[in-house]
């Protein structure tokens, strides 16, 4: 057994790896090639009896301040075997030689076997946001405009969250199962990819929301989070998100929103043949200290 760097030759066993991973929904067989091409994303795999039995990346951002570990995948056949805690080791121990300030991971709720590793390393839960993914949602005549949403610029919704920090917690900006520190080169780089919206009510903001299109599943699907104040507020930002969503042919939504939201339950057509759980951030500073 031993990890080596990623080869471009290792692509068709991740793939295979990815297949047979939540249930054939794992989108990492769709996320290899931009993780190939990030220039700050360390991809490894482990090697077991000559063949990829194990993968994982740690992805440095927030201005390297973050070391992210992201993407643990085990070939079903090799599972509790204790390939996860190897790999996780040595992403930790690259960490460390990165100089970063610490270590973040994020999964779902329900994700037992992650949780047994933060839980092992020391990590703490630092986020916590609802998500829920739904195809079939095109039919869905759904309408709620209690809250003037409208589009906004980049600058405008940075400029809008710094003034209403309450807005998001911990101050970090969570998307696609990523996590970031909120900050304007953040939302620089999105200015061109994400649409970005607002809702306000008697001059006061109570939603700031954005979305942007995606392939998964060989199809285009829109991924989208909403921090809003209060239920009507959200209500409209999601109204608006699944409007944009229509408008921009995505055959599947999904969508990170702020915790204490459950109104999508009550929604006609959003509440059924829909896979909620919840997004989970853990986090340790340094020193990492892992035996």
């Keep these: 057994m031993f990890i080596r760097s990623f080869q471009l030759s290792d692509k068709g066993a991740l793939i295979e790896i990815s297949k047979h991973t939540w249930s054939g929904y794992d989108h990492l067989q769709y996320d290899l090639d931009e993780l190939i091409r990030n220039p700050n994303s360390y991809l490894y795999v ?25 993407n643990m995948r085990v070939h079903w056949r090799y599972r509790k075997r204790g390939f996860a805690w190897v790999i996780t080791k040595w992403l930790i121990s690259k960490a460390e030689g990165l100089g970063v300030e610490r270590l973040r991971l994020a999964t779902t709720i329900e994700n037992e076997a992650t949780r047994r590793i933060t839980d092992r390393i020391g990590m703490s839960q630092i986020l916590q946001m609802q998500i829920f993914w739904k195809g079939n949602y095109r039919g869905i005549r759904w309408r709620d405009t209690s809250v003037p949403t409208v589009s906004c610029t980049a600058d405008e919704a940075y400029n809008l969250l710094r003034s209403n920090p309450e807005l998001i917690p911990e101050g970090i900006i969570s998307y696609y199962w990523h996590s970031f520190d909120f900050s304007k080169v953040l939302f620089q780089s999105k200015g061109r990819q994400f649409q970005f919206s607002k809702g306000e009510r008697n001059g006061k903001l ?4 954005f979305g942007y299109l995606r392939t998964f599943h060989d ?20 109204s608006q998100q699944l409007q944009i969503a229509k408008r921009e042919q995505a055959q599947e939504v999904l969508c990170f929103h702020s915790a204490p939201f459950q109104v999508a339950n009550k929604i006609p057509g959003l509440k059924r043949n829909r ?13 990492f200290n892992i035996q």
Excluded: Q
């Excluded at 109570?206 to 929301?209: F, M, R, Y």
């Excluded at 909403?226 to 239920?231: E, F, K």
């Excluded at 896979?275 to 020193?287: A, D, G, I, N, T």
């Design 219 to 238: 199809a285009p699907m829109w991924c989208s989070s909403i921090y809003a104040l209060d239920t009507p507020s959200f209500t409209s930002a999601l």
């Design 46 to 70: 482990l090697e077991y009896k000559d063949r990829v039995v194990a993968f994982a990346n740690l992805n440095i951002i927030d201005e390297a301040r973050t070391a992210w570990m992201e």
């Design 275 to 287: 896979f909620s759980s919840v997004y989970v951030l853990y986090e340790k500073p340094r020193p």
């Design 206 to 209: 109570g939603s700031l929301s």
